[in-house]
């Protein structure tokens, strides 16, 4: 199937460890991202200027590029009575104009010039609730659903705010964003352990809990 043009990049949002104090103990996280302009190189599995403090949990080629709707972020806004400005999740590319929780795994993005391919949704740690100030900011992420997706990078390339997002749907049946954060049923604990396009982590999960 051809891209179609589905939304397009508001921000492009990147950041380096930094040490913060979080409840008397001194934590690096990479979690506060800033807006740059102009072009910005997607290769490997990161951004240019971009980074992970601890890549035992965080980044690799399934968490190369976080992405986060603005959509999302004006239910925030709406739940919280304050507006977010784009990085505040921590995402590389703020975008707009794209549903992500009906993202399946397996779509491609075509952003500028790089080829991006939809992996997984966020599962958030403690380090989201320091940016926010609030430890049991992590509890309310999980339980509104609203993860944003991390992307593949398949192909390098330049990404700039402004750019189109041309979406390849992938080959149906497939996983969705959200459905790996909603009601986990056998039939789609099967579907999740049984599609290669799921990272390993999600697929050995559903395979545990259909043991059970």
Same mark, same amino acid.
């Given at each position: 199937?051809?891209?179609?043009?589905?939304?397009?990049? *508001?921000?492009?949002? &990147?950041?380096?460890?930094?040490? &913060?104090?979080?409840?008397?103990?001194t934590v690096s996280t990479a979690i506060y991202k800033e807006p740059v302009a102009g072009p910005i190189l997607a290769a490997d599995v990161n951004l240019a200027g971009d980074d992970q403090a601890d890549r035992r949990v965080h980044g690799g080629p399934d968490k190369a590029i976080?992405?986060?709707?603005?959509?999302?972020?004006?239910?925030?806004? !709406?739940?919280?009575?304050?507006?977010? !400005?784009?990085? +505040?999740?921590?995402?590389?590319? +703020?975008?707009?104009?794209?549903?992500?929780?009906?993202?399946?795994?397996?779509?491609?993005?075509?952003?500028?010039?790089?080829? @991006?391919? &939809?992996?997984?949704?966020?599962?958030?740690?403690?380090? @989201?609730?320091?940016?926010?100030?609030? %430890? %049991?900011?992590?509890?309310?992420?999980?339980?509104?659903?609203?993860?944003?997706?991390?992307?593949?990078? *398949?192909?390098?390339?330049?990404? #700039?705010?402004?750019?189109?997002? #041309?979406? !390849?749907?992938?080959?149906?049946?497939?996983?969705?964003?959200?459905?790996?954060?909603?009601?986990?049923?056998?039939?789609? @604990?099967?579907?999740?352990?049984?599609? #290669?396009?799921?990272?390993?982590?999600?697929?050995?999960?559903?395979?545990? %809990?259909?043991?059970?």
């Open positions: 199937m051809e891209p179609e043009a589905k939304g397009w990049v *508001v921000s492009v949002n &990147v950041g380096r460890p930094r040490e &913060v104090d979080w409840f008397g103990r976080y992405s986060y709707s603005v959509e999302d972020y004006d239910w925030w806004a !709406a739940e919280l009575g304050h507006e977010l !400005a784009p990085g +505040t999740f921590g995402e590389n590319l +703020t975008v707009r104009g794209v549903d992500l929780n009906a993202a399946a795994i397996g779509d491609r993005w075509r952003v500028g010039g790089a080829l @991006l391919e &939809v992996a997984q949704p966020r599962q958030p740690c403690f380090k @989201l609730g320091m940016r926010m100030g609030d %430890a %049991a900011f992590v509890d309310r992420f999980d339980a509104a659903r609203r993860p944003g997706a991390y992307l593949r990078i *398949v192909e390098p390339g330049l990404i #700039a705010a402004g750019d189109t997002i #041309a979406i !390849a749907p992938t080959t149906e049946p497939a996983v969705h964003i959200g459905e790996l954060v909603g009601d986990a049923t056998p039939a789609l @604990l099967r579907r999740i352990a049984d599609d #290669a396009r799921v990272p390993k982590g999600w697929r050995e999960g559903a395979a545990r %809990a259909l043991s059970r």
